[in-house]
C-alpha cells in the first residue's frame, strides 16, 4: 500500500502565498506522475498541475504563472507553490499520483482564499 498525506493548506488573502506538499510513503517501487487536483465548492474536480518522474510540465490555464509545481524524487514528495491567490483558488486540493502501476489520492487539505 501506499499513502499520500497532503499538508500546507490554510487560509490566505487575495495576492497571498501558500506551499502544499504532499509525502508518499510505503511500499513503493515506481512512481510515475505527480498531480495536485482540487475541487471547488459545487465544483467538479478538475486537474490543477502535473509532473511526470522525468520533470515535464503540466498547468491548467487558471494557474498558469502562478502556481509551481516541483518534486523531489528522492524523497517521494511533491509541492505546489501558490502565489497571487485569488479567491476562485478556494477548494480543497488532493494529490495524486501512480505508483506500483496503482492509482492514489490524498486525503485532500482545504485552501481557502479570502478576497
Known amino acids: 500500500q501506499v499513502q499520500l498525506v497532503e499538508s500546507g493548506g490554510g487560509m490566505a488573502q487575495a495576492g497571498g502565498s501558500l506551499r502544499l506538499s504532499c509525502a508518499a510513503s510505503g511500499r513503493i517501487f515506481s512512481i510515475d506522475a505527480m498531480a495536485w487536483y482540487r475541487q471547488g465548492p459545487g465544483k467538479q474536480r478538475e486537474l490543477v498541475a502535473r509532473i511526470t518522474s522525468g520533470g515535464s510540465i503540466f498547468y491548467a490555464d487558471s494557474v498558469k504563472g502562478r502556481f509551481t509545481i516541483s518534486r523531489d524524487n528522492a524523497k517521494n514528495t511533491m509541492y505546489l507553490q501558490m502565489n497571487s491567490l485569488k479567491p476562485e483558488d478556494t477548494a480543497v486540493y488532493y494529490c495524486?499520483?501512480?505508483?506500483?502501476?496503482?492509482?492514489?489520492w490524498g486525503q485532500g487539505t482545504q485552501v481557502t482564499v479570502s478576497s
Open positions: 495524486n499520483t501512480v505508483a506500483n502501476n496503482y492509482r492514489y
